[in-house]
T-cell receptor, first 115, second 114 residues
Framework: DAGVIQSPRHEVTEMGQEVTLRCKPI?????LFWYRQTMMRGLELLIY????????DSGMPEDRFSAKMPNASFSTLKIQPSEPRDSAVYFC?????????????FGPGTRLTVT | AQTVTQSQPEMSVQEAETVTLSCTYD???????LFWYKQPPSRQMILVIR??????QNATENRFSVNFQKAAKSFSLKISDSQLGDTAMYFC???????????FGAGTTVTVRA
């Protein structure tokens, strides 16, 4: 398996622009997570899905952030409009509830820079 | 909400020696899971080791072992025979039973010197 795939790996955009981050989970995994990593706040869970349904979005910072999972193999995290304070590394992770270790498999992350 | 504290921002160790990273957590739950994740310079998050709270025996994965003290809410990671490839940031994480939300500590940067 190719693991969790995220695109793009790097994104540079100007303040006010819309940004869309993409994630393909590991095939067969029924949980998908979006995390944000910053120096100031560390690793934070933004939202997670189970069987394509959002379960907990309490970590989404504000209405400018939205996430969707239209099918089991694809999810997006959208920021509109983007602001410089959104600059961070965004990770997607997936998990299989029936898996042996409750392990979350992380993608390589997307480094977002908003200027 | 669960709080995970890693009190050592940085640690340095000579190759082949042992280093211990500390982690404490705060929870009212009795059943939960604890993890150590490694993040090398490549940025990829990799699970190192996992401990179930209901198990008294400390988990071990090759050169990595934990000291789990449930009453003290302490979960330290020992890296034995340190290798250059162990250089990374290490995160302690907590998960309640039947809840897939991970709460991470701030991380400890480990540098292995040749």
């Amino acid at each position: 398996d190719a693991g969790v795939i995220q695109s793009p790996r790097h994104e540079v955009t100007e303040m006010g622009q819309e940004v869309t981050l993409r994630c393909k989970p590991i095939s067969g995994h029924d949980y998908l997570f979006w995390y944000r990593q910053t120096m100031m706040r560390g690793l934070e869970l933004l939202i997670y899905f189970n069987n394509n349904v959002p379960i907990d979005d309490s970590g989404m910072p504000e209405d400018r952030f939205s996430a969707k999972m239209p099918n089991a193999s694809f999810s997006t995290l959208k920021i509109q409009p983007s602001e410089p304070r959104d600059s961070a590394v965004y990770f997607c992770a997936s998990s299989d509830r029936g898996g042996p270790r409750y392990e979350q498999y992380f993608g390589p992350g997307t480094r977002l820079t908003v200027t | 909400a669960q709080t995970v504290t890693q009190s050592q921002p940085e640690m340095s160790v000579q190759e082949a020696e042992t280093v211990t990273l500390s982690c404490t957590y705060d929870t009212s739950e009795s059943n939960y899971y604890l993890f150590w994740y490694k993040q090398p310079p490549s940025r990829q998050m990799i699970l190192v080791i996992r401990q179930e709270a209901y198990k008294q025996q400390n988990a071990t994965e090759n050169r990595f072992s934990v000291n789990f003290q449930k009453a003290a809410k302490s979960f330290s990671l020992k890296i034995s025979d340190s290798q250059l490839g162990d250089t990374a940031m290490y995160f302690c994480a907590f998960m309640k039973h039947n809840d897939y939300k991970l709460s991470f500590g701030a991380g400890t940067t480990v540098t292995v010197r040749a």
